[in-house]
């Protein structure tokens, strides 16, 4: 059959497949799987529920919720009946929620648990068009409309409403508007049309060597394009979808699902990478040298160089006696990490790779449905330090700036309500300017280099890249979180957050007292330590792009405390605020100069 609509996937799994466990969650503490026929019949009756709540074609629906099955059964049932789900994060604040609900002009809204019902029902209190019977939640919370209801009532109507319905929803009609993070100002609309997503999904999907004997564990944010359409993608080839329980538990739901394939932020994988060099140092004697020796092997690997008998001999050892330990953590059948969103330090790609855990980098934007190039499954493509080759029927050209620019099916409609915005982005050729600095490898493999917004100057005339540096500080186990400043000054600085559990520990045994993190970050032999992870990155730097000075905070960067977005990139110009004192001891700036 062909795929128009995002909802037509479902069709084709249940031509195709016939899953038990096309999506399975975590109920009472028992996974629990529901088949591509549930899966089909619970969207249908969502559907037809809505109906009778009076939700039209073109109407918008907001889903605030962490990845579960409900999450499917809603955004097909809002799919099938021609609406336009409205995803929204469930760690924005109620104020975002304000803006986003109103700005969509969504008339139903779909919440998960208490903790957003009440800061929902916060929004709505303001909202000019909302009230609480228009919120509906997965969890039973008490005087509240469980979204069942939605359901039993879809359950009475004719389902020849959706045939008709069907015939007249098209592949161009808007399939969700998806509200984008952002570093700075109010949150832009992203409308993405069906044909958007169904074409990102087929032009990607054969990077995707997987089947419908496998499994995928989802704990990515589904309200996000990255994770969706690699969910959509999964329903394609009939791999079964489960969602893990929180982050948390993310290593107990590897080992219990014991997946193929799932997806990654490059800071996932920095903190996987970081466990890994702790559970090393936390070794003594030949077990310890043998550990480093193999990770120190592994930092060498190059997926497109054969370095010879001797070099393969020691990694297929390292292999046998440290990495295959690795391989069971993630639950013995892990083919391959897909990892998005942001740069992933080149230095921990290589190491996966070496211990037979191929990463697979893509790249993309939400406004690109998302997927604009993709690494290649077979090693000998794979140019580690890219993100991959541009996938088929997507274009890509390097402005004169170096400015990634973009055209094809994925690219979005345009930013909703906001025509001047949408201009913005776009040129007179129709290249949707991507505010990303790049250029290709070898002709062909497309390498990141960092955002145009984010490069900054030195006094002295130099052009700054932050983001290489700042993975290169964050690959030190000690260090969780770095941000490089000094635009305007006469050399670059870093602010830098401790991996606190790491530094607890490094700081335990060598005899530094571990109850104020104040006291620690300005002990001489903490500032000593981190003196020295800086200078291993110093070395491979142009000297201009050092770090000349850094300064420890002894806080936790979070999405509530408004230091990242919900995709864990940097809001740098919420950091620099808060730390305006650092900069300006930095910088010895007088109070009338700053």
């Known amino acids: 059959?062909?795929?128009?609509?995002?909802?037509?996937?479902?069709?084709?799994?249940?031509?195709?497949?016939?899953?038990?466990?096309?999506?399975?969650?975590?109920?009472?503490?028992?996974?629990?799987?529901?088949?591509?026929?549930?899966?089909?019949?619970?969207?249908?009756?969502?559907?037809?529920?809505?109906?009778?709540?009076?939700?039209?074609?073109?109407?918008?629906?907001?889903?605030?919720?962490?990845?579960?099955?409900?999450?499917?059964?809603?955004?097909?049932?809002?799919?099938?009946?021609?609406?336009?789900?409205?995803?929204?994060?469930?760690?924005?604040?109620?104020?975002?929620?304000?803006?986003i609900l109103e700005h969509s002009e969504s008339k139903i809204v779909f919440v998960e648990n208490e903790e957003i019902y009440t800061k929902v029902l916060e929004a709505v209190k303001k909202s000019k068009s909302l009230t609480e019977k228009n919120i509906y939640t997965f969890d039973q919370i008490e005087g509240a409309q469980h979204w069942t209801a939605v359901r039993e009532t879809g359950k009475k109507e004719d389902k020849s409403l959706l045939e008709k319905r069907d015939k007249e929803i098209q592949p161009?009609?808007?399939?969700?508007?998806?509200?984008?993070?952002?570093?700075?100002?109010?949150?832009?609309?992203?409308?993405?049309?069906?044909?958007?997503?169904?074409?990102?999904?087929?032009?990607?999907?054969?990077?995707?060597?997987?089947d419908y004997r496998h499994k995928a564990l989802s704990f990515l944010p589904l309200c996000h394009i990255f994770e969706r359409t690699l969910v959509a993608a999964y329903i394609y080839k009939g791999i079964s979808v489960y969602y893990a329980e929180n982050m948390d538990k993310i290593g107990d739901n590897i080992r219990e699902v014991q997946p193929h394939v799932f997806t990654a932020v490059p800071r996932v994988l920095e903190k996987v990478y970081t466990k890994l060099v702790q559970k090393g140092h936390e070794l003594s004697g030949l077990k310890k040298n043998l550990y480093f020796w193999a990770l120190d092997l592994a930092k060498e690997y190059d997926t497109q160089k054969d370095q010879g008998l001797l070099y393969n001999l020691q990694l297929s050892i390292a292999n046998n006696l440290i990495f295959s330990k690795w391989r069971e953590a993630l639950g013995g059948n892990l083919k391959y990490i897909i990892c998005g969103s942001a740069a992933l330090n080149p230095m921990i790609a290589r190491v996966f790779w070496a211990a037979c855990i191929p990463i697979l980098e893509g790249y993309g934007m939400t406004e690109t449905s998302p997927v604009i190039?993709?690494?290649?499954?077979?090693?000998?493509?794979?140019?580690?330090?890219?993100?991959?080759?541009?996938?088929?029927?997507?274009?890509?050209?390097?402005?004169?700036?170096?400015?990634?620019?973009?055209?094809?099916?994925?690219?979005?409609?345009?930013?909703?309500?906001?025509?001047?915005?949408?201009?913005?982005?776009?040129?007179?050729?129709?290249?949707?300017?991507?505010?990303?600095?790049?250029?290709?490898?070898?002709?062909?493999?497309?390498?990141?280099t960092d955002r145009k917004k984010e490069m900054f100057k030195t006094s002295g005339g130099k052009y700054i890249a932050p983001q290489p540096i700042e993975n290169q500080l964050k690959a030190?186990?000690?260090?969780?979180?770095?941000?490089?400043?000094?635009?305007?000054?006469?050399?670059?600085?870093?602010?830098i957050m401790p991996d606190w559990e790491a530094l607890t520990n490094w700081c335990q045994k060598h005899g530094i007292p571990t109850d104020s993190r104040e006291a620690m970050i300005q002990h001489p032999k903490v500032l000593e330590k981190y003196q020295e992870e800086v200078e291993k990155v110093n070395k491979n730097l142009a000297k201009y792009e050092q770090i000349k000075q850094f300064r420890l905070v002894p806080d936790e960067w979070s999405i509530e405390g408004g230091e990242l977005t919900p995709t864990l990139k940097l809001k740098r110009r919420n950091i620099m605020a808060k730390y305006k004192h650092l900069e300006k001891d930095i910088y010895k700036l007088n109070e009338e100069l700053a």
């Open 172 to 210: 161009d009609d808007l399939f969700t508007i998806i509200y984008t993070s952002g570093t700075t100002g109010k949150p832009k609309g992203v409308m993405l049309t069906h044909s958007n997503v169904v074409s990102n999904i087929l032009a990607a999907i054969d990077n995707l060597i997987l």
């Open 476 to 495: 030190s186990f000690l260090i969780a979180q770095a941000m490089v400043i000094g635009e305007g000054r006469n050399f670059p600085a870093a602010l």
């Open 373 to 448: 190039t993709a690494t290649s499954p077979n090693k000998e493509d794979v140019c580690i330090g890219t993100v991959g080759r541009v996938i088929p029927g997507v274009e890509v050209k390097i402005a004169e700036d170096g400015e990634i620019l973009v055209k094809g099916p994925n690219v979005m409609k345009g930013y909703y309500k906001d025509p001047e915005k949408t201009k913005e982005v776009f040129d007179e050729e129709g290249w949707l300017h991507t505010g990303d600095i790049g250029e290709f490898v070898q002709g062909k493999y497309l390498k990141i």
């Open 1 to 99: 059959m062909e795929i128009k609509r995002v909802y037509d996937l479902l069709r084709y799994q249940l031509e195709h497949y016939q899953k038990k466990d096309a999506v399975a969650d975590k109920k009472s503490g028992q996974w629990k799987t529901y088949s591509t026929q549930d899966l089909m019949q619970i969207s249908d009756e969502v559907a037809l529920g809505l109906h009778t709540l009076g939700i039209q074609k073109d109407d918008k629906v907001a889903i605030i919720s962490n990845n579960r099955t409900e999450w499917n059964f809603v955004d097909f049932g809002i799919q099938k009946i021609g609406a336009v789900s409205v995803p929204l994060y469930p760690t924005i604040t109620a104020d975002d929620y304000l803006y």
